[in-house]
């Protein structure tokens, strides 16, 4: 059964800090990971979506990785921003599965 | 840029009554989803369906709750008899081949 754990739940940054998220998955057959933002009672934005054949995606000031054979995922987020107030999200898709397994989300607080 | 919807954004109802909400997936989707959040908790997988039938369902999903896409836009979750525990977020999501998965802004269903 995937399991997808996110540390730390939280975490308080100053603006401008350079940011590194970190999802794990204890079952490495993935078809794909995608990472999340969820505003405050809002839904679920997607950011990124890496293929199990990639190893990173960017866009803009965002960059996801994977690594399956360790059962890892990173999400850099460059130049922080009190915008990018926020929890996010990593959920993966497992084969054989249509479903995505979610973490429970890292609450991130840029302060100004 | 296409979007799920999803009505109402938030439905109070009383224990034991039945509940539709609906959702509209982006329009050349094939394939759609219900994930619920209960509050403080992860996303939950319920159900996926595609080509007019249930693909795949947790086991969350049990008699009371079932799908339907009456018509080539509307995709619905109906809960026959409500229960305090099916207090949630529930979210409508739809993907193209499976793929990359666009969440709607989920409805909040409050049983009292």
């Known amino acids: 059964k995937q399991e997808v754990t996110q540390i730390p739940a939280a975490l308080s940054v100053p603006e401008g800090e350079n940011l590194v998220l970190n999802c794990s998955f204890t079952?490495?057959?993935?078809?794909?990971l995608q990472w999340f933002r969820q505003d405050p009672g809002k839904g679920l934005t997607s950011l990124l979506l890496?293929?199990?054949?990639?190893r990173e995606q960017t866009s803009g000031r965002l960059n996801a990785s994977l690594d399956k054979s360790s059962g890892r995922s990173t999400l850099y987020i460059a130049a922080s921003q009190p915008g990018d107030s926020a929890t996010y999200l990593c959920?993966?898709?497992?084969?054989?599965?249509?479903?995505?397994?979610f973490g429970k989300g890292m609450k991130l607080t840029v302060n100004p | 840029e296409p979007e799920v919807t999803q009505t109402p954004s938030h439905q109070v109802t009383q224990m034991g009554q039945e509940v539709i909400l609906r959702c509209v997936p982006i329009?050349?989707?094939?394939?759609f989803y219900w994930y619920r959040q209960i509050l403080g908790q992860k996303v939950e997988f319920l159900v996926s369906?595609?080509?007019?039938?249930?693909?795949?369902k947790s086991e969350i999903f049990d008699d009371q709750f079932s799908v339907e896409r009456p018509d080539g836009s509307n995709f619905t979750l109906k809960i026959r008899s409500t229960k305090l525990e099916d207090s949630a977020m529930y979210f409508c999501?739809?993907?193209?081949?499976?793929?990359?998965?666009?969440f709607g802004p989920g409805t909040r269903l409050t049983v009292t």
């Open positions: 890496i293929q199990s054949s990639q």
């Open positions: 999501a739809s993907s193209d081949r499976g793929n990359e998965q666009y």
């Open positions: 329009s050349n989707h094939l394939y």
């Open positions: 959920a993966v898709g497992t084969t054989g599965s249509e479903k995505l397994v």
């Open positions: 079952d490495s057959a993935i078809y794909n």
């Open positions: 369906f595609y080509n007019n039938e249930i693909s795949e």
